[in-house]
C-alpha cells in the first residue's frame, strides 16, 4: 500500500504568518564570513522550448535570519551588471549562461538560481519584464563549489514548478526564500531544497515519473501541467498580453495580484484550490510540457507516492530524531523511509519479530527507538536501525487487562523527556508508565 507526501498551504502556514511580518526588506549583498570562491556554474534559460535571450541570472541564498528575510545575492565580480535582485550574468543568444568564479559560497547555505526578464522569443528587441523562472540547486557543498554536484542547470517553467512547491514553506515571493537559524529550522530548509530532486530533473529540466531512490512517484503530469499553466505568461510579451492578465488573476494572493511568474506559481501552491478550472485553460494548443493532465483536477496540491519498505495496510505513522518515517503495518511488521529521499530503510517484509501482534499504534523515544502498541496488550521495541529488543514484547503494568469487545486496548503511546512510556488504555479507564 502506498503512502504519499503532499505539499500545500496548511504546511506553510506558521512560516507565512511570521514572514508577514517581515517582508519589504532589502535584498542582503553580504558575504558571510568562511565563504569560499565559487568556480564555474553553467547552464539555460528557457520560456517552454524557446531560449530567453538577454535574461538577468541571478545567483542567491536563502536567508537564514527569520522567516521572510530576503535572500542574499552571492554574484559579486565578473557580473554584467546589477538590478534589485544584486549582481546578475546575461544568458546568450541560445539562452546559455556561465558563472565563472564570480560568486561565494558559504558552505551549507541553500541556493537557487533565479532568471528574470529577457526575450523569450518575441519580435524584435521585445522583453517580457514579468518573466521569472527559478531552480534550486541545494545546499553549498564542502568544497565550496557546485561544479561537481550540479554540472549543468536547466531554468525553465518546470524546475520553478518543482521548486516553488518544495519550497512554498519557505517563501513568501522569487527574492524572499528563508528560514529562522535554529537547527531545527535549518534541518527543515534543508529538506526542503534536496525535495526539490524528487520531483525533477535540475540539470535536465524535465519532471521525473519516479524519485531517483525508485521507489516513489512524483505528479509529473500535474507538474507539467502547471509549467504550461505559467508559459503561457512567460512567451509573452508581459503583464500587458492576455496571458499574463489571466494568469496574475488568477494566481493573486488574496485581493493582491502578483507582477511576475514565479510569485503566481508560489500562490498556486499556497492556495492549490483556487481557481482551478480557470487556470488549467490557460494552457496553449501547443503547450511546451507533456505528459499533462487530460482534464482539470480537484486541487493544484502535489503529492509523491511512496511503496515498499513492507508497506501493508499501514495504521499509524511517526518521525524519529533523524526525519526518517516509521509506520505500523497491521500484518505485524514496521516500515521505515528517509524522510528527505523517501528510500526504502525497511526490507521487503517490513521488520518483524519483537513480540509485534495487531501492531496499532507507534511512538517514537528520544533515543529514536520506536516503540509498538498491539493488540493482544502488550508493547513491542525496536531500535532505531529496526532490530527487536531482546526483552520485547512487554506487559504488566495494567497493559494485561484484555479489551471489550469493540474497543482496542492499549490504544495510544507518547514519550515523556525523561524517556518514560506512557500508553493509554482505551477498554480499562487507565494510563500505563514503563
Same mark, same amino acid.
Given at each position: 500500500?502506498?503512502?504519499?507526501?503532499?505539499?500545500?498551504?496548511?504546511?506553510?502556514?506558521?512560516?507565512?504568518?511570521?514572514?508577514?511580518?517581515?517582508?519589504?526588506?532589502?535584498?542582503? $549583498?553580504?558575504?558571510?564570513?568562511?565563504?569560499?570562491?565559487?568556480?564555474?556554474?553553467?547552464?539555460?534559460?528557457?520560456?517552454?522550448?524557446?531560449?530567453?535571450?538577454?535574461?538577468?541570472?541571478?545567483? !542567491? &541564498?536563502?536567508?537564514?535570519?527569520?522567516?521572510?528575510?530576503?535572500? $542574499?545575492? *552571492? !554574484?559579486?565580480?565578473? =557580473?554584467?551588471?546589477?538590478?534589485?535582485?544584486?549582481?546578475? @550574468?546575461? =544568458?546568450?543568444?541560445?539562452?546559455? /549562461?556561465?558563472?565563472?568564479?564570480?560568486?561565494?559560497? @558559504? @558552505?551549507?547555505?541553500?541556493?537557487? @538560481?533565479?532568471?528574470?526578464?529577457?526575450?523569450? +522569443?518575441?519580435?524584435?528587441?521585445? $522583453?517580457?519584464?514579468?518573466?521569472?523562472?527559478?531552480?534550486?540547486? +541545494?545546499?553549498?557543498?564542502?568544497?565550496?563549489?557546485?561544479?561537481?554536484?550540479?554540472?549543468?542547470?536547466?531554468?525553465?517553467?518546470?524546475?520553478?514548478?518543482?521548486?516553488?512547491?518544495? *519550497?512554498?514553506?519557505?517563501? =513568501?515571493? %522569487? #527574492?524572499?526564500?528563508?528560514?529562522?537559524? =535554529?537547527?531545527?529550522?535549518?534541518?527543515?530548509?534543508?529538506?526542503?531544497?534536496? $525535495?526539490?530532486?524528487?520531483?525533477?530533473?535540475?540539470?535536465?529540466?524535465?519532471?521525473?515519473?519516479?524519485?531517483?531512490?525508485?521507489?516513489?512517484?512524483?505528479?509529473?503530469?500535474?507538474?507539467?501541467?502547471?509549467?504550461?499553466?505559467?508559459? #503561457?505568461?512567460?512567451?509573452?510579451?508581459?503583464?500587458?498580453?492576455?496571458?499574463?492578465?489571466?494568469?496574475?488573476?488568477?494566481?493573486?494572493?488574496?485581493?493582491?495580484?502578483?507582477?511576475?511568474?514565479?510569485?503566481?506559481?508560489?500562490?498556486?501552491?499556497?492556495?492549490?484550490?483556487?481557481?482551478?478550472?480557470?487556470?488549467?485553460?490557460?494552457?496553449?494548443?501547443?503547450?511546451?510540457?507533456?505528459?499533462?493532465?487530460?482534464?482539470?483536477?480537484?486541487?493544484?496540491?502535489?503529492?509523491?507516492?511512496?511503496?515498499?519498505?513492507?508497506?501493508?495496510?499501514?495504521?499509524?505513522?511517526?518521525?524519529?530524531?533523524?526525519?526518517?518515517?516509521?509506520?505500523?503495518?497491521?500484518?505485524?511488521?514496521?516500515?521505515? /523511509?528517509?524522510?528527505?529521499?523517501?528510500?526504502? !530503510?525497511?526490507?521487503?517484509?517490513?521488520?518483524?519479530? +519483537?513480540? %509485534?501482534?495487531?501492531?496499532?499504534?507507534? +511512538?517514537?523515544?528520544?533515543?529514536?527507538?520506536?516503540?509498538?502498541?498491539?493488540?493482544?496488550?502488550?508493547?513491542?521495541?525496536?531500535?532505531?536501525?529496526? &532490530?527487536?529488543?531482546?526483552?520485547?514484547?512487554? #506487559?504488566?503494568?495494567? %497493559?494485561?487487562?484484555?479489551?471489550?469487545?469493540?474497543?482496542?486496548?492499549?490504544?495510544?503511546?507518547?514519550?515523556?523527556?525523561?524517556?518514560?512510556?506512557?500508553?493509554?488504555? &482505551?477498554?480499562?479507564?487507565?494510563?500505563?508508565?514503563?
Amino acid at each position: 500500500m502506498p503512502i504519499s507526501s503532499r505539499s500545500s498551504a496548511l504546511l506553510a502556514l506558521p512560516a507565512l504568518a511570521l514572514a508577514a511580518l517581515l517582508t519589504g526588506c532589502a535584498l542582503q $549583498t553580504t558575504a558571510s564570513p568562511g565563504s569560499s570562491q565559487g568556480l564555474a556554474l553553467t547552464g539555460t534559460v528557457h520560456g517552454g522550448q524557446p531560449p530567453v535571450v538577454g535574461s538577468h541570472v541571478h545567483l !542567491l &541564498a536563502a536567508a537564514v535570519t527569520g522567516y521572510g528575510a530576503a535572500s $542574499t545575492s *552571492l !554574484l559579486t565580480t565578473g =557580473t554584467a551588471g546589477s538590478d534589485s535582485f544584486g549582481g546578475f @550574468v546575461l =544568458t546568450d543568444a541560445a539562452g546559455a /549562461f556561465s558563472i565563472t568564479g564570480d560568486y561565494t559560497c @558559504v @558552505v551549507g547555505t541553500q541556493v537557487y @538560481v533565479l532568471a528574470t526578464q529577457g526575450n523569450p +522569443g518575441l519580435p524584435g528587441n521585445q $522583453t517580457n519584464p514579468n518573466l521569472a523562472l527559478m531552480a534550486a540547486i +541545494g545546499q553549498c557543498p564542502a568544497t565550496g563549489n557546485f561544479v561537481s554536484s550540479v554540472p549543468f542547470i536547466s531554468v525553465n517553467e518546470v524546475t520553478t514548478v518543482a521548486s516553488v512547491y518544495a *519550497l512554498s514553506g519557505y517563501m =513568501t515571493d %522569487l #527574492s524572499h526564500v528563508a528560514s529562522s537559524g =535554529t537547527p531545527q529550522a535549518m534541518t527543515g530548509i534543508a529538506n526542503a531544497f534536496a $525535495t526539490v530532486n524528487n520531483l525533477v530533473d535540475i540539470s535536465g529540466g524535465g519532471a521525473l515519473a519516479t524519485t531517483p531512490a525508485g521507489n516513489g512517484t512524483p505528479p509529473q503530469t500535474e507538474i507539467n501541467t502547471l509549467a504550461n499553466i505559467i508559459a #503561457s505568461c512567460v512567451n509573452s510579451a508581459g503583464a500587458s498580453s492576455v496571458p499574463c492578465t489571466a494568469l496574475f488573476a488568477n494566481a493573486a494572493n488574496g485581493s493582491t495580484q502578483p507582477t511576475d511568474t514565479v510569485t503566481a506559481a508560489l500562490n498556486i501552491a499556497h492556495s492549490p484550490a483556487s481557481n482551478i478550472a480557470n487556470l488549467f485553460a490557460l494552457q496553449t494548443a501547443a503547450a511546451p510540457f507533456a505528459p499533462t493532465l487530460s482534464a482539470a483536477p480537484n486541487d493544484f496540491t502535489v503529492a509523491i507516492t511512496y511503496t515498499g519498505g513492507g508497506l501493508d495496510a499501514p495504521v499509524s505513522i511517526a518521525i524519529d530524531g533523524n526525519d526518517n518515517v516509521w509506520m505500523v503495518n497491521l500484518n505485524t511488521s514496521l516500515s521505515e /523511509f528517509n524522510g528527505v529521499t523517501g528510500a526504502a !530503510l525497511s526490507p521487503s517484509t517490513g521488520f518483524i519479530g +519483537g513480540g %509485534l501482534f495487531g501492531a496499532f499504534a507507534i +511512538g517514537i523515544d528520544p533515543l529514536n527507538n520506536a516503540w509498538v502498541v498491539n493488540q493482544n496488550t502488550t508493547v513491542s521495541k525496536f531500535t532505531s536501525s529496526g &532490530a527487536p529488543d531482546p526483552g520485547s514484547p512487554f #506487559s504488566g503494568g495494567g %497493559l494485561n487487562n484484555p479489551p471489550s469487545a469493540n474497543v482496542l486496548s492499549p490504544r495510544d503511546v507518547a514519550f515523556d523527556a525523561a524517556g518514560n512510556v506512557w500508553i493509554a488504555n &482505551a477498554s480499562t479507564g487507565s494510563v500505563t508508565e514503563l
